[in-house]
């Protein structure tokens, strides 16, 4: 059996089908195994289908499939598969291709499902140093970082492109929330980065003021990675990799100092008398509803 494994969309969800040897043995105890019913209730787009056809043609040692079997003769082999205990279904938090706890998914220790790993890559590091912050912000997205969500929508290149990414996107990842909310809080973190910087005492046209908006991108882009790395090295809060909003807002402050801006012009930090850790837990759910905690982590380290 030659072992195939794919990435099925059924619904609003992603999961994996395949061998469960594919599923490293750790994960084995944190994620029950999917029943096949899933399947009857998931596969009505044709895309899954095809997807899952080309599973069942890959793996089923029957081998006996007329040209174009009927959905539920594709659904019965499925299920057999499933049943079999040779492969596996289980939920993916995120666009992963497979379900190894290797560079490409860990577990998420609040919901027991895999979400890709967090981790900076060098092509990502890469992306920063050559200045394109938005396909940096993009991979990020990819991964299910909540600091993307913003980031992403910063740097796009279109409206469209951002409202497409949060309309395809998992709800979950979004808070349940649409085009309109995202992109509010995208222009009022342009308008505060603007402010601050005319505070600042920066004097310049429309052209000069986004390019130095895109420096200021770049810095914190750079902080997020030291960040994350960090946050890796020490295992700060429940998942690693996934910071705290103390940490998210600890950064902006580190990367908007080398601009003399204020850490009031940061948007989770806006209320210059009250203390962070209150504002967190006033509004800091607008923003960033599943960011991890700060648990263990000691504060800056500059």
């Known amino acids: 059996m030659p072992g195939r494994s794919v990435t099925l969309k059924l619904g609003h969800d992603s999961y994996f089908l395949g061998p469960r040897h594919a599923v490293c043995r750790e994960l084995h105890a944190s994620l029950p195994r999917q029943s096949a019913s ?20 890959a793996n089923d040692p029957a081998r006996d499939f007329d040209e174009a079997p009927e959905d539920r003769e594709v659904l019965r082999r499925a299920k057999r598969l499933l049943n079999g205990g040779v492969h596996v279904l289980v939920r993916l938090d995120g666009p992963a291709s497979h379900a190894c706890a290797g560079p490409a998914v860990q577990v998420d220790a609040a ?70 909310y995202w992109e509010g809080i ?59 909003k103390q940490q998210v807002a600890d950064y902006h402050h580190e990367a908007f100092a080398e601009f003399h801006i204020q850490p009031d012009n940061y948007g989770g930090t806006w209320l210059r008398a009250v203390p962070d850790e209150m504002e967190f837990r006033i509004y800091g759910f607008l923003y960033c509803h599943d960011c991890d905690s700060d648990e263990g982590y000691p504060g800056p380290a500059r």
Request: proline residues 3%.
């Open 111 to 180: 919901s027991g499902t895999l979400r890709p790993d967090l981790a900076i890559t060098a092509e990502e590091e890469s992306l920063v140093e050559r200045g394109d912050i938005r396909a940096f912000w993009l991979s990020r997205l990819h991964k299910l970082d909540p600091v993307a969500r913003i980031g992403f929508g910063l740097w796009s290149r279109s409206a469209e492109e951002y409202r497409a990414a949060i309309e395809r996107g998992n709800p979950e990842y979004w808070d349940h929330k649409g085009f309109a």
């Open 38 to 57: 899933l399947l009857d209730a998931g596969l009505s787009d044709p895309g899954a289908m095809r997807t899952l056809l080309d599973f069942v043609a």
């Open 186 to 244: 995208t222009r009022t973190t342009i308008v505060n980065l603007s402010v601050g910087l005319n505070k600042a005492g920066f004097r310049g046209n429309m052209r000069q003021e986004r390019e130095k908006i895109r420096n200021v991108g770049k810095a914190v882009a750079r902080m997020h990675i030291d960040y994350v790395k960090a946050d890796y090295r020490y295992s700060y809060g429940k998942i690693r990799g996934l910071l705290s």
